[in-house]
Nanobody, 123 residues
């Protein structure tokens, strides 16, 4: 059974960088043709796809967040990470990692999710 687990700080100050890690177990992040996404949900709003890294290390970003976002991976630890720079209170959200099938089905579709981690941006 594939499992994903987010980790990182629950509180970040404005203008700082948010760094989250997703640890995957029960499968490997290099398995063709899966991608691994970061999705967030601000309070009272819908889910927002932020970006993804594919099985071969190719990265994809939401145009709205591309200037502030970096996604990387550590295949030795079976982890992938999100860096979001220059955060503001509008970045307060529950952040999820998920396995994304878009490379196989041609549209964004998730089959496994982490439980999510609350991140609050506040001084």
């Amino acid at each position: 059974q594939l499992q994903l687990q987010e980790s990182g700080p629950g509180l970040v100050k404005p203008s700082q960088m948010l760094h989250l890690t997703c640890t995957v177990s029960g499968g490997t992040i290099t398995t063709s043709y899966y991608a691994w996404s970061w999705v967030r949900q601000p309070p009272g709003k819908g889910r927002e796809w932020m970006g993804a890294i594919s099985y071969d290390g190719t990265t994809f970003y939401s145009p709205a967040l591309k200037s502030r976002t970096s996604i990387s991976r550590d295949t030795s630890k079976n982890q992938f990470s999100l860096q979001l720079r220059s955060v503001t209170p509008e970045d307060t959200a529950v952040y999820y990692c998920a396995r994304d099938l878009f490379l196989m089905v041609g549209q964004r579709e998730y089959d496994y999710w982490g439980q999510g981690t609350q991140v609050t941006v506040s001084s």
